[in-house]
């Protein structure tokens, strides 16, 4: 019943998915797979952040889910940064403000906390009683907005929304924090290392904080016509909100602020310890950024950016190009003992969140290890994780999706 209810959301969303850019979270599509009963938490708005113009596109109130934590998770956090794409010019943000990306009056009034979010120790063995957050994402710009369109009606309030969330959950106990964890899944993904620095900053030097951006590491890569769509995407998000005088000075003091949207240009740079989690084969950058619809006018990438199993071997040569492109990307970053990686060679996005590829029975591997250990390693210093799968089709444990028309 699980399955065939994450096959029905499939065939909704997908076709958002790949023309607007403005409603993605895979990971929502597939949170419930391998969940009897998750638990599910309740949204709360941010009363005081109106005041500080800290508002979502439409000018309602922003919001997070917090389960409380316990024993030894009692001083603990973990936020977790909602995804679900960007908006990069009126056209599309008047749409999103009319969804819950851009609309507290969108929300659901409760979420499932699968995953890392989850509560249970045989699901989350290292963060399950922490206290756990998500954040929810209605700005469209990676929390990092900063402006408004008056003749629209929009709000580009992303910074703000950031500094009115943190202070919420200062106030709520997360100043007392012995251990913090600032993640975030896609957009949110990108959140957490754009945000990484200004979360270190909110607390004491004797406490451990470190950020985890899962399926964040969007590349500038050229697309199937030889043109960059990703660029040109996240050049209209900067520009169009703002978001450049919030983007990390390391970068935009030698770079230009759309390249400053761009990890690959921004974590060798962070100084608080990041681990990044990706598939080197990420579904969202093949359907929407390597071959949409716009740069395939023939169909000619159709049936396999919808299932890699459909690729010709020419096809499957220029994926091999882009995850040379990723791995060359963290080069310098991975130099750094206080950093981790896990880069398999699935065809998944966002893989924390879903029970299924976070922590069970036959979660991915690389070598022996799950990212579940492999992300608990790393936090608490057990090991050193630094791990990069080989290249496709080499890894049978992988749970690559497959979508249909």
Not at 259 to 275: E, G, M
Not at 292 to 298: M, T
Request: hydrophobic content about 40%; charged content about 20%.
């Amino acid at each position: 019943m699980k399955v065939l209810w994450a096959f029905v959301v499939v065939q909704f969303v997908l076709g958002r998915w790949v023309d607007g850019f403005e409603d993605l979270n895979v990971t929502e599509l597939f949170s419930y797979v391998g969940v009897a009963r998750p638990l599910m938490v309740p949204l709360t708005l941010i009363a005081g952040a109106a005041a500080k113009g800290a508002v979502c596109l439409d000018g309602t109130l922003p919001a997070y889910h917090l389960h409380r934590g316990y024993g030894s998770g009692a001083n603990s956090w973990l936020i977790q940064l909602e995804g679900g794409g960007w908006c990069n010019n009126i056209r599309t943000c008047v749409y999103r403000k009319t969804t819950r990306r851009g609309s507290s009056n969108y929300m659901e009034k409760q979420i499932p906390f699968t995953g890392i979010l989850s509560n249970k120790p045989e699901e989350n063995p290292d963060f399950f009683n922490w206290n756990r957050v998500k954040l929810r994402y209605c700005d469209g710009a990676s929390f990092t907005g900063e402006g408004q369109d008056k003749a629209a009606r929009l709000f580009f309030r992303g910074q703000r929304i950031w500094l009115a969330a943190m202070e919420e959950l200062m106030s709520k106990g997360m100043r007392y924090a012995h251990q913090a964890l600032l993640s975030g899944c896609s957009a949110g993904g990108l959140a957490s290392i754009l945000h990484c620095d200004e979360f270190r900053e909110l607390f004491p030097k004797n406490t451990k904080v470190k950020c985890l951006g899962d399926a964040g590491l969007f590349l500038d890569a050229l697309d199937v016509s030889g043109g960059r769509t990703l660029r040109a995407l996240f050049g209209g998000v900067v520009n169009f909100q703002g978001a450049g005088k919030n983007l990390p000075r390391t970068c935009t003091n030698h770079m230009d602020p759309t390249s400053c949207f761009f990890p690959q240009n921004l974590v060798a740079n962070i100084r608080t310890p990041l681990f990044l989690l990706n598939a080197a084969y990420d579904t969202w950058q093949i359907q929407a950024s390597l071959a949409p619809p716009s740069v395939d006018p023939h169909g000619y990438w159709n049936a396999c950016k919808m299932n890699y199993r459909a690729c010709n071997p020419s096809q499957i040569q220029f994926f091999q190009g882009f995850r040379n492109e990723m791995l060359n990307s963290v080069r310098g970053f991975s130099v750094s003992r206080q950093n981790g990686l896990f880069i398999n060679s699935c065809f998944a996005h966002c893989q924390s969140e879903r029970q299924d590829t976070w922590f069970g029975n036959n979660s991915p591997l690389i070598g022996n290890k799950g990212i579940a250990r492999s992300v608990g390693d790393w936090y608490f210093e057990r090991s050193t994780v630094k791990a990069i799968d080989c290249p496709y089709p080499c890894d049978r444990t992988c749970h690559n999706l497959v979508f249909r028309a």
